[in-house]
């Protein structure tokens, strides 16, 4: 299914029942008082937080939402049944903005329910307008209009582990090594054009798309990836050993780039805890020279890991290492 983490909606609450004109009938009252009931109450529009990231791929083709109109009222002064509320399910981190009064809406716990729009209240039976000098009222009005209103609905997600890195670090192989999410894969940049998701001992594994230099301002994928890295609780950045080939500055200067591009971005992105995987130890070969990198990396006081996805002892090796920081 598509992964999808924007989305524009219209909304629209129930309209309240209408009032109805009715007459007591008694035995031996030829002509009783007035007991027309109250229209119904619409049903409102609401929002409910599911653990499902991919449920916005849903409403792709289903933009327009209206909750139950209330029903009309009743003789023996009963109101009408309320229409039934529409509950909107949304994943987890999904920040909802009504266009048209700029109040937002934060999805931050699974089952959270949000009250986005109130249904219209009943119109009043005959009932209501008995009096003294009105003793057969006739009268009774309609229901109002529910609130209607646009959304914007963004998707923040929340994962335990966010890979970050130049396109092409490995990030994508790594997911699908550690987790079988069977998430997409090229030898070019930018395969992965959105978030993948895989689940690491009961943690959630965020495989977010390759960065590069510029990213915090908008260039190649942009700050439509870097948002989805601030509700991560740890970033395992990697990098390859390929940069120190091809890179001018090497690994190092390619690390930075990230580092800055967290940080000029804000939200606090830089200041996550950060475990570093040096990448595709197998283009390098030479022993001596990859612990040495390693002792560089070492020295920015992460934990720093090697790895080549082409030997399952070091991939088995990491994944240990790594369930052991997440517990």
């Known amino acids: 299914m598509a992964f999808i983490d924007e989305l524009n909606i219209h909304a629209k609450a129930g309209r309240g029942g209408t009032g109805v004109v009715r007459w007591r009938?008694?035995?031996f009252i030829d002509k009783g008082g007035p007991n027309g009931g109250d229209g119904g109450r619409g049903g409102n529009v609401l929002a409910r937080a599911i653990r499902d990231v991919h449920v916005l791929a849903k409403y792709r083709h289903k933009k327009d939402f209206e909750a139950e109109s209330g029903?009309?009222?009743e003789g023996g002064s009963r109101h009408g049944r309320?229409?039934?509320d529409l509950y909107i399910d949304l994943p987890l981190g999904s920040i909802i903005t009504n266009q048209e009064t700029g109040q937002v809406y934060r999805l931050e716990k699974e089952g959270q329910e949000e009250l986005l729009l109130k249904?219209?209240?009943?119109?009043?039976?005959?009932?209501?307008f008995k009096g003294s000098t009105n003793v057969a009222p006739k009268e009774w009005t309609p229901g109002k209009d529910g609130e209607e209103a646009d959304f914007k609905i963004e998707l923040e997600l929340f994962a335990d582990i966010g890979l970050v890195g130049l396109p092409n670090a490995g990030k994508s192989s790594l997911l699908n090594a550690l987790t079988n999410a069977e998430a997409k894969i090229g030898d070019y940049a930018f395969t992965t054009l959105d978030p993948n998701l895989g689940a690491f001992y009961g943690r959630i594994i965020a495989d977010i798309p390759g960065l590069i230099e510029g990213a915090s301002a908008g260039k190649g994928l942009g700050t439509k990836f870097l948002r989805h890295i601030k509700r991560t609780k740890m970033l395992l950045h990697l990098v390859s050993f390929e940069n120190e080939l091809t890179q001018a500055g090497g690994m190092m200067k390619v690390y930075k780039e990230i580092r800055n591009e967290l940080k000029t971005y804000g939200d606090g992105l830089d200041e996550k805890e950060e475990v570093i995987l040096l990448t595709k130890t197998d283009v390098v070969g030479d022993e001596k020279a990859i612990a040495?990198?390693?002792?560089?990396?070492?020295k920015l006081g992460r934990k720093v890991f090697t790895i080549s996805l082409y030997d399952d002892e070091s991939i088995k090796a990491f994944s240990d290492e790594l369930a052991k920081i997440v517990e």
């Open 25 to 27: 009938r008694e035995k």
């Open 71 to 73: 029903y009309e009222g």
């Open 82 to 84: 309320s229409g039934n």
């Open 119 to 128: 249904g219209g209240n009943g119109g009043f039976g005959n009932e209501h």
């Open 292 to 298: 040495k990198k390693k002792k560089e990396f070492e």
